[in-house]
């Protein structure tokens, strides 16, 4: 008896999991606790000239997807380019990155 | 005993709900089916296509620009989508196997679309080019223009999101002309006739203008007041022809006034231009907080961005069923009357002229 209520405990657990992933897909949600964890402000620079600029977030999205390439630099944060080589590159933050996928701009580090 | 039974009949229903459940999700997340166009009426020997072939919802999907994703090649072919744009790759092989993959196949062929500024060169891998701000003559931004147009060419694009005639760029700080408004209009207008004279439709932006001017970084919404200096290499580019022009998300007032909307959803501001200008009205990137910030859900947007006179949207969220989405709730729109089927007409017959193809009814 005890083990037929371990396993409705568990088909129950299942059934939420699932009605909720049929109303909004999970990775959806968790995504945004994970954006909403990070307190941090979305940052995203262009590098030119010797020079980074500030970029607003949502038209860094758009430049970014638009890139070759995006690849970790550990604690520096994200660089976006088209050429490794070139000085024309974005710095962006993970909170950027969350925040460009929650926008529906999928970029992806390589 | 009635208890242990009672326990494994919920047990069973549980079990099932589970497997219907597992089912449905599956559903979906599944792939997202199209049919084959059988219905579009489109002689390739003539290059005539007749519009009333054409479905409420393939009209639509020709007046949309998304991010070409070779994953989703198939279906973009079978909804109709007018184009798809394309970003970095290392080489020109990768790029010419990607344009001819999309227009192979294809029953109504595609914009095919890219950012090239100079500044910003997704071909850098192999070709370089001078950003605007290097280029110090007309006669050398006509020379850049011809150059860029002969390469997208090869390539296989028909249509690149260029020039930026903004005035200033305090953002990038590398993606404006310099000079006075009259040196600014007149660097454009070669460069745009150099584009075009290669076979490629520009498309100056970003309508009317102050759209690269930092404002606060934090705020999404963009505000400006434009004056008849912003507004000049516009007005010149339509006076020399050209193609396209993308209209921006700036709020603005001054010499042009978007009602406090967004400018590519303002219907005073969209339908001023289409006044004076018979080529191509082109939104800026839709998913931008620029102009999503504006509205509490996505539909409402979809339907002012038709409802204001644009031709083409840009929606860089390529998923098929996000697209299918917006175009259902447009052409939902179009059957309440709430837009007309003439509007969409006249635009997609714009995009198909474009297309170098002649539209019958």
């Known amino acids: 008896m005890d083990m037929v209520k371990v396993i409705n405990g568990i088909l129950a657990g299942l059934l939420v999991i699932l009605v909720i992933n049929l109303i909004q897909p999970l990775s959806a949600i968790t995504g945004n606790i994970i954006f909403d964890l990070d307190t941090s402000e979305p940052q995203c620079f262009f590098h030119y000239s010797g020079e980074l600029n500030q970029i607003p977030a949502d038209r860094c999205c758009y430049e970014i997807k638009s890139q070759l390439a995006c690849t970790t630099l550990g604690e520096k944060g994200i660089k976006c380019y088209v050429s490794a080589a070139s000085e024309k590159y974005y710095l962006i933050n993970q909170k950027l990155l969350h925040y460009c996928a929650k926008e529906g701009y999928d970029v992806k580090i390589s | ?361």
Request: with cysteine.
């Open chain 2, 1 to 361: 005993m009635s208890k242990s039974a009672s326990g494994v009949r919920l047990t069973l229903f549980l079990v099932l709900a589970v497997i219907v459940l597992l089912f449905l999700n599956v559903e979906k997340s599944g792939s997202f089916y199209v049919d084959a166009p059988t219905n579009v009426l489109f002689d390739k020997s003539t290059n005539t296509l007749d519009l009333n072939s054409l479905t409420l919802k393939q009209k639509i999907a020709q007046m949309i620009i998304t991010f070409g994703e070779e994953k989703n090649k198939d279906q973009l072919q079978k909804m109709l989508i007018g184009g798809v744009y394309f970003g970095a790759k290392p080489t020109e092989e990768d790029f010419v196997k990607a344009t001819g993959g999309f227009q192979d196949g294809a029953t109504v062929p595609f914009f095919i679309t890219v950012d090239m500024e100079g500044c910003k060169n997704p071909f850098e891998n192999f070709r370089k080019f001078p950003s605007p701000r290097e280029i110090g003559t007309s006669e050398q931004a006509y020379q850049v223009g011809q150059e860029e147009g002969r390469t997208l060419n090869e390539m296989g694009f028909n249509l690149n999101f260029a020039p930026v005639v903004d005035l200033n760029d305090n953002i990038w700080k590398c993606r404006n002309f310099l000079g006075t408004p009259e040196e600014v209009s007149e660097k454009a207008n070669s460069y745009i006739t150099g584009l075009q004279e290669s076979g490629i439709i520009s498309t100056p932006k970003h309508y009317p203008g102050e759209t690269l001017s930092a404002g606060d970084l934090h705020k999404y919404s963009v505000y400006a007041s434009v004056d008849a200096n912003d507004l000049l290499p516009f007005e010149n580019a339509i006076k020399n022809n050209v193609s396209a022009i993308m209209v921006s998300h700036t709020i603005v007032n001054g010499s042009l006034d978007s009602e406090a909307k967004p400018s590519d959803v303002s219907v005073k501001l969209v339908g001023g231009l289409r006044n004076g200008f018979t080529g191509l009205i082109v939104t800026d990137e839709i998913n931008m907080q620029g102009l999503k910030s504006y509205y509490s859900d996505d539909d409402a947007m979809y339907v002012d961005l038709f409802k204001a006179g644009n031709d083409l949207v840009l929606n860089f969220n390529s998923d098929p069923r996000v697209l299918d989405h917006m175009i259902g709730v447009v052409e939902s729109a179009v059957k309440s009357g709430e837009i007309s089927e003439d509007r969409i007409d006249a635009s997609v017959t714009r995009i198909l002229a474009a297309k170098g193809i002649s539209v019958v009814k």
